[in-house]
C-alpha cells in the first residue's frame, strides 16, 4: 500500500509530498506521483526509474523535482512555484500503471492565490 502526507501550500510556495511504499517492488520499479483535479483525469506528472532517471509533465517542469530514497522505501515530490492550478489530489504508485490497478486515498494539495 502507498500512502501520501502533504500541506496546504501558497502560490509561489513551496511543498514536499512524501510516499512511503510497503512493497519491495518499490525498489525496482518506476515510481510515479500523479495528480487528479476536479473534473479532470488523473495524469503522471512526474516518474523516477530505478537508474533515477527522470520525466515530468509539461505543465510542471522546472518546478516539481521527483526523488526517491531507496533505503527508506519513500518517495519524494518537491513542488515549488506553486501555483493555484496545481491543486488537485496527488497520488504516488508505480509507473505509468498503477500497481494492480489499485490506488490509494491520495493527498489534497490546495494552492491558495
Known amino acids: 500500500q502507498l500512502q501520501a502526507s502533504g500541506r496546504l501550500g501558497a502560490a509561489g510556495g513551496s511543498l514536499r509530498l512524501s510516499c512511503v511504499a510497503t512493497?519491495?517492488?518499490?525498489?525496482?520499479?518506476?515510481m510515479g506521483w500523479y495528480r487528479r483535479a476536479p473534473d479532470r483525469d488523473r495524469q503522471l506528472v512526474a516518474s523516477?526509474?530505478?537508474?533515477?532517471?527522470?520525466t515530468y509533465e509539461d505543465a510542471v517542469k522546472g518546478r516539481f523535482t521527483i526523488s526517491r530514497d531507496v533505503p527508506e522505501n519513500t518517495l519524494y515530490l518537491e513542488m515549488s512555484n506553486l501555483r493555484p492550478d496545481d491543486s488537485a489530489v496527488y497520488y504516488c504508485n508505480t509507473a505509468p500503471t498503477a500497481l494492480n490497478g489499485l490506488w490509494g486515498q491520495g493527498t489534497q494539495v490546495t494552492v491558495s492565490s
Open positions: 512493497s519491495t517492488i518499490f525498489k525496482v520499479a518506476t
Open positions: 523516477i526509474n530505478k537508474y533515477n532517471v527522470v
